[in-house]
Structures are given as C-alpha cells and as structure tokens.
C-alpha cells in the first residue's frame, strides 16, 4: 500500500471503522445524540464542531473509555460497541489524547517500550526485557521517526510541550494499530510544530486509517478526505472538505460563530 | 520508586547483550554489599557465641520479607496497603498448625503458608482492587481487622494467647540438613531466602511484568490505552505480595516457637509501611535495611526506655520529611549522580 491519503476510491475506501446512532447521556445532558458515520479505511476522516459538541465525548465512546447508552460502533464490520479499551487496543484501534497524557516519571523509551510491549507474546512479560525484540525495535524506529532519540533517556517530563505531543502520538502508534484515533494532536503546538505534524498525519494515512478531532480548520480541510461535523452533540453535516465548508448549516453553528 | 530499575533499561542497537550484563545497577551493588556485611556480622556473632543478636537479626530478616510485599504493592504499582500483617499473620498461623498438628516439615510448612497466602491474597485482592487511592488503604486495613478479630476470639487458633510449643525442626536440602534451633544455622537459611526473595523479586519488577506496574503508579488511565488490563496487572502484584508475606510469617514459627494474634494486628501492617518508607520505596533493599535498621534501634532504644515508639515515631517523621526516598533511595542518588560524573569527566 503507498501512503498517499489523495488517492482516487479504487483501493481502500471500505468502511474501517463504523459509528451508527451513538449516544450517551449524562444526568440528563444528550451529549452524544445519534451520531453515525464511516471512517473509510486508508484516510483520514475529521470530526470538528464548536466547544462542547461532543467530539471528545466521541472518542471517549469509540475508544472504550466510556460507554455508550446506544448505538454501534463497528471495527472493520465486527461489533466492538462497550469493549474495554485493552480489548478495542487488541482489535487495533489506538487513541491518542487531547491533554497529554504520558507516563511523565518514566523515560521517553520506556514510555514507548510499554506501548510497543503488546505486540511481544505475554510470556515476554516474564522475561528480561532485552528479549522483546520487537517492542525495542518499534520504540527505537518511533524514536527516531518523531526526532526523540536524542531524548531517549529523558524522563517524559521534561520534555518541551512540542516534543511531548509529539511523544502522545508515537505512544498511540507503537501497537501498530490500523485505527488511529487523534484527539487534537497540533493542540498548544507552533505553527511549524502544527504543519510538520499535519505532514506526519498525511504520511500515516494509507496503512493506517485515521480519525481526527483537530480545531486548525486550516489543517482540517488541507488534510482530510471526509469532515463530520458535530454541535450540540449531534452529526450536522458530513462531506468532502470543500462541500462542508460550503454547507449553510456548517457556516451558521460553526464559521459564523469564528 | 523503580528509578533504579529504570536505570537498567535496555539499549537496544547502542548496547550488545554482554554490555548489558556486564553492567549491574548500583541498586544491586548495594545489595551485595548488604549481604557482605551481613555474612560478617553472622562471622562475629558466631565467633563470640551471640545467639541472641543472631535470633534479633534473624528476626529482622523476616520481617523484612513482609516489608518487600508492602514495596512491591506501595514502591512499584503505587497500592498503599494497610494490612499487608493479614497475609504475614495467615503464613505464620498455617506454618505453625502444619509443624505442631501435621507433621515437622519446613517444606510442607512453606508449601502451606504460600498456598494459603496465595488463595487468601486472591480473595482479598478482588475485594480490594474494586477501589482506588485511599480507599484501597482502607480496604486492605478493614481486611485485615476483621481477620486478626477473628483470629483473636478463635479457640481452636489459642485465641489472644495464639499458639505455643511448635517444635523446632531440621530442615533439609538433599543431603543436607540444617535446625532451627541453632542461631547461626537458621539466620543463614533466612539470609539466603531473603536474598533469594531480593533477586526473584528483582527480576521480576525489571521484567515487562513490572515495568506495567510502575506504568500503572505512573498514570494508571494511560494503561489501558497500550493494551493492558490494569485490574489484572494490580491483582496478580497483590496475590504475589501476599505470597511473599505469607512466606514471611511461615519462617516466625519456627524462630520463635509460638504465633500470636499481634501478628496481624494493626502495628504490625504499620511498621511494614514504615520500614519499607525509612529503607527507601521502590528498591527492594530498602526494606531490608530499614527492618535491621529500626529492629536494632527497637531493640537498644527498648532496653532504655519502654517509650521506643516516640523514637520510632520521630525517625519516620525525619525520614519522610529529609529523605524521601529512604535510607537507600539517598544512597542511590549518590552514587548515581557520582557514576554521571565519571562518565562525563574525560
């Protein structure tokens, strides 16, 4: 597969990942209310909306983190709705977090040598840890993919702001997932930080299918195949880039309000 | 802290495998020089014919492996147990049924009292991992009260008198044979246990398995997001440290020739907390030092004054407010900044 998230609806395209009428309800307050949409495999499908519209409650309910009160959410056709995240993890859907969200009193490598560590055998779990090749080698290749190998030995911690958002999304990437989950990855970034993270994104879509809450519109609509947008915790509009942001309705809940 | 396994994390395509090996943390080099000084303090008390110094030390030994399960739940998973004495007690309990009602064998005891810690920190470990923070602290020091209240109201276990008269035995290795009843001989045997506890346990807080865990002291949320159920991970650390205490309690028997419901008791869980926080968290030696440590000075401050709790009491306030990482995490950070100046020095 090449990487080129540009590529005309011949390869890939089939539904990756499949949301269908997801809700969750909290105390009363509809948060996520009916949404559904398909994340084609391959691309990169964007979710954006005001504050409050729920797009990180989203994720929280496709990634296992909370559960949902109704509908469906589907991995590659097979139901996965409610499933822990350990278990969506081992069906290949990895997330990363809006508010980093790291191990900050361990290295950089071992932050991504943990992450790596599910794709040895369990019993590598009782063995030193210098015979979890491929952990060690998917820690080494993402330091170096991500620039941090001169920061290997750092406790995460230290990091700058920059080099630990770009530390949250190797962590997410180190399970070899072929769901990505984005929750604002460039969020607090510069702006050279946000365009070579939006290069980054672009680079991973075709192994990998990606979905992203990103508040950059700029970034969105340069990098995405598909947009959803939500307000008010439910789906108003969906589409290519340039048909979304011609949408009236997109314009008045969220443009008109820029 | 495990800060002094991290230290050991491997490198892969800098370092070869026989580099690896070749380097051995500074925590284990604090290790051996323990067990040196040990060795030599066994030479002296043997050469003078000090049994009561050797059966003290002995004593502090044991103790010491119930401070290393408190280490494995407090220093590398971030659990603070306050009843970690329920698990000693129970291995104290059984071993002393089995050698006074069963038969005089050191294996089957230790065989018992690993079994019933095992099935007891099963029990005990689902009810307390439902919950979190303090109220997992709670939990564990609920469990084990109502476990010594029913050990202390229990005929049949002696009641508030525990049991008495078990018999010292011989404990044997193939063609050898050692007895409890000599000082010198069984302070060797727990020596060599406890180092024995110390590399086992070592290994394992620096294999993957414990890597998790200090991930779960870390941001225990992150960790269900790599892959890992954390709930599991926390249980099978408690039924391991419940074992390791059991095990603990098997040996105080056979030292001391009677059980007590004081073995369970509050005090007992709390002066675990605290050996493992004077020695230094997250080390594994610290525990160690830290029961010689404060079972010396109970033993010289008590011939004194009766009051040796207020000194007990003052030197923990001390070392939680001037060394907060114990006696050996100080130490540790020593040396380690004195290794990174050698390696930066040309």
């Known amino acids: 597969m090449t990487a080129s998230p540009l590529r005309t609806a011949t390869a890939g395209g089939a539904c990756a990942l499949g949301v269908r009428g997801l809700s969750v309800n909290f105390g009363g307050l509809q948060a996520v209310a009916g949404v559904g949409f398909e994340a084609a495999a391959g691309r990169i499908t964007s979710v954006i909306g005001p504050n409050g519209a729920g797009k990180s409650t989203l994720f929280n309910l496709i990634s296992g983190a909370i559960r949902p009160t109704g509908g469906r959410v589907t991995l590659d056709g097979a139901d996965v709705t409610g499933r822990s995240p350990d278990r969506l993890l081992a069906a290949g859907l990895a997330r990363s977090f809006q508010i980093t969200n790291l191990f900050f009193e361990l290295p950089v490598l071992e932050n991504l040598r943990i992450a790596a560590q599910v794709l040895e055998r369990p019993w590598h779990a009782l063995r030193p840890v210098g015979h979890s090749r491929r952990a060690l080698a998917k820690a080494d290749a993402l330091l170096e993919r991500f620039g941090l190998t001169a920061k290997a030995r750092e406790l995460a911690g230290n990091l700058s702001h920059g080099e630990q958002r770009r530390l949250e999304i190797a962590v997410a990437l180190a399970a070899e997932p072929r769901v990505l989950l984005l929750d604002e990855p460039t969020q607090g970034m510069s702006h050279g930080d946000t365009a070579d993270t939006g290069a980054l994104i672009r680079s991973l879509a075709g192994d990998l299918t990606v979905l992203l809450i990103e508040h950059d519109i700029g970034l969105v609509m340069s990098l995405s195949d598909h947009v959803v947008v939500m307000a008010q915790g439910r789906k108003i509009a969906e589409g290519p880039p340039a048909v979304v942001r011609a949408d009236p309705a997109v314009q008045a809940a969220y443009f008109g309000h820029g | ?346």
């Open chain 2, 1 to 346: 802290m495990p800060e002094a396994t991290l230290r050991t994390l491997s490198d892969p395509g800098r370092a070869g495998p026989a580099s690896r090996l070749s380097r051995l943390a500074p925590v284990h080099w604090l290790a051996l020089a323990f067990l040196a000084a040990a060795l030599g303090f066994a030479a002296v008390a043997w050469a003078t014919g000090n049994g009561f110094y050797l059966r003290l030390a002995t004593e502090a030994l044991i103790f010491a492996g119930l401070a290393m399960s408190v280490d494995l739940l407090l220093g590398y998973t971030g659990l603070l147990s306050l009843g970690q004495a329920l698990y000693f007690g129970l291995g104290a309990y059984v071993s002393a049924l089995v050698l006074r009602d069963v038969a005089p064998s050191f294996w089957l005891a230790m065989a018992a009292a690993l079994l019933a810690g095992g099935v007891a920190g099963l029990i005990g470990g689902v009810i307390a991992n439902r919950v979190k923070g303090v109220y997992f602290a709670l939990i564990t020091f609920g469990l084990a009260q109502v476990a010594a209240k029913t050990v202390y109201n229990t005929r049949a276990l002696g009641a508030s008198d525990g049991l008495i008269g078990i018999p010292q035995i011989r404990v044997g290795f193939g063609p050898f044979s050692l007895d409890t009843a000599d000082p010198l001989s069984f302070f060797l045997l727990v020596l060599g246990l406890t180092v024995a506890a110390y590399a086992g346990l070592s290994y394992l807080m620096d294999a993957p398995f414990g890597r998790t865990l200090a991930a779960i002291r870390a941001n225990e949320k992150r960790v269900p997001f790599l892959g890992f159920n954390a709930w599991r991970y926390k249980l099978a650390v408690y039924v391991l440290a419940a074992c390791v205490a059991a095990l603990a309690g098997a040996l105080y028997p056979m030292l001391r020739g009677f059980v007590s419901p004081e073995l369970m008791f509050f005090e007992t869980s709390g002066n675990a907390v605290i050996t493992v926080i004077v020695g230094g968290v997250g080390t594994l030696v610290g525990p160690v030092v830290g029961s010689l440590l404060l079972t010396a000075l109970r033993s010289v401050v008590g011939s004194w004054t009766e009051h040796h709790l207020i000194v007990v009491g003052v030197i923990f306030m001390l070392s939680v407010i001037f060394l907060r990482k114990g006696l050996v995490g100080a130490l540790l950070a020593r040396l380690n900044r004195r290794g990174e100046q050698g390696r930066t020095a040309p």
